[in-house]
């Protein structure tokens, strides 16, 4: 008597691997759905939209700045560690040097949520030569992302806000605000 498998055999068997493969298939794709699932539900609940300083608003009272000593106050709100802030650091040096010379009219003035030594560092490190002021909470200037950029008149008022890297328009017109053209 030979031992072997009928035709009827084979085909039960391969009709149960394939079962088998379908199976593995449909759950291989169900993990990756629950992993995508998961990452998505993580980077949505971290992710906010950014509270934008809105003119018209009133900023509370900043420790070290008062804003009746100048017609109007240019905040530069970034942070030590943001890459942004650091490639937008040419810029900040074209503000400062086309502040008008009597300075009374305006202050461009640096405000950062670092303590001070982080702060000293990275001005001294970028060569920035304007006034700034450390550990300000971001959410008192109701800020969420840097760089953000704030125009103030002296009562504390929000006139506008630039947020993120600059386009060239908005330099222009930046800088036609400091100058006082």
């Not at 699932?37 to 980077?43: K, N, Q």
């Not at 608003?57 to 650091?86: E, F, M, S």
Request: net charge neutral; with cysteine; charged share 20%.
């Amino acid at each position: 008597m030979t031992r072997g498998c009928s035709s009827t055999d084979a085909r039960k068997e391969s009709a149960i691997k394939a079962k088998l493969e379908a199976i593995a298939n449909v759950t291989v794709i169900l993990v990756a759905l629950a992993v995508g699932a998961v990452v998505l539900a993580r980077y949505s609940a971290s992710y906010r939209t950014p509270r934008s300083a809105t003119a018209g608003d009133h900023l509370a009272k900043i420790p070290g700045l008062d804003w009746n000593q100048h017609r109007r106050t240019l905040l530069l709100v970034l942070n030590t560690g943001c890459h942004y802030c650091q490639d937008s650091v040419p810029f900040y040096q074209k503000l400062a040097q086309a502040q008008r010379p009597d300075g009374d009219d305006l202050e461009i003035v640096a405000v950062f949520p670092n303590e001070a030594e982080m702060v000293h560092q990275f001005i001294a490190h970028v060569g920035l030569s304007i006034r700034s002021v450390p550990s300000v909470a971001l959410d008192r200037l109701r800020v969420d992302a840097t760089p953000t950029l704030i125009l103030v008149d002296q009562e504390g008022r929000i006139e506008r806000a630039w947020v993120g890297i600059l386009t060239s328009r908005q330099e222009m017109d930046l800088l036609k605000v400091v100058s006082g053209s």
